[in-house]
């Protein structure tokens, strides 16, 4: 089965931080993606990517970055930390034919 | 431009009540329809994908159904331990093979 793993499950930050969120595959796949998950709101693609030191933006990547300098890991950058970021991050990856494979999420407080 | 639209928002039964929950898609070019389980402070679980019209999958006391603008996930004498939000989604092939999420139904079964 394929395995996503996400650095942490929870983490809290002060406001103005720069964040790092992590994520690990470990099935090859070229397609990987961070969304964060808000009530109300759904999953919001943030940003995503096709391939090593690829990435293109999502629907909300404005106040985020990312980094993809190897196959299987994909990560995501808060660069100065605002309260509207507290939010469920999660990563996933999937193969060209087939469905998304989430990891366990990191609940991300900004205080 | 493509919607996934769940209803209901939020669902109520009793222990082994059967119901369904509905994914209404617009999509031009669907290459698949995904469900999901998730957990409260978890990753969304992959459940089932479906490809086509006509297309059944089931597991245990799921199962999902597709039609041309459509699918339902039918929940067949549900446990409390069935209690979850569900997520679909559609994966469109003439949109990049964009991933679109609906919002989620929370289903609640009660003891």
């Known amino acids: 089965d394929v395995k996503v793993t996400q650095s942490s499950r929870y983490l809290v930050k002060r406001t103005g931080e720069k964040v790092f969120l992590e994520c690990v595959q470990d099935m090859d796949h070229e397609n990987m993606f961070w969304y964060r998950q808000d009530p109300g709101l759904g999953l919001r693609l943030i940003y995503f990517s096709y391939d090593v030191k690829m990435k293109e933006k999502g629907d909300i990547p404005e106040g985020y970055s990312v980094s993809r300098e190897k196959k299987e890991r994909f990560s995501l950058i808060l660069e100065s930390a605002s309260t509207n970021q507290t939010s469920m991050y999660l990563c996933?990856?999937?193969?060209?034919?087939?469905?998304?494979?989430f990891g366990s999420g990191t609940r991300l407080t900004v205080v | 431009e493509d919607q996934v639209t769940q209803s209901p928002e939020a669902l109520r039964l009793q222990e082994g009540e059967s119901s369904s929950l509905n994914c209404s898609y617009t999509v031009s070019g669907l290459r698949g329809l995904f469900w999901y389980r998730q957990d409260p402070g978890k990753g969304p679980e992959f459940l089932f994908t479906l490809y086509s019209a006509g297309e059944e999958k089931e597991k245990e006391r799921l199962k999902a159904t597709l039609t041309k603008k459509e699918s339902f996930l039918h929940i067949t004498a549900p446990k409390p331990e069935d209690s979850a939000t569900y997520l679909c989604?559609?994966?469109?092939?003439?949109?990049?093979?964009?991933?679109?999420f609906g919002k989620g139904t929370r289903l609640h079964i009660l003891p």
């Open positions: 996933a990856s999937i193969p060209p034919q087939g469905a998304l494979t």
């Open positions: 989604a559609v994966r469109d092939m003439n949109r990049d093979d964009k991933i679109i």
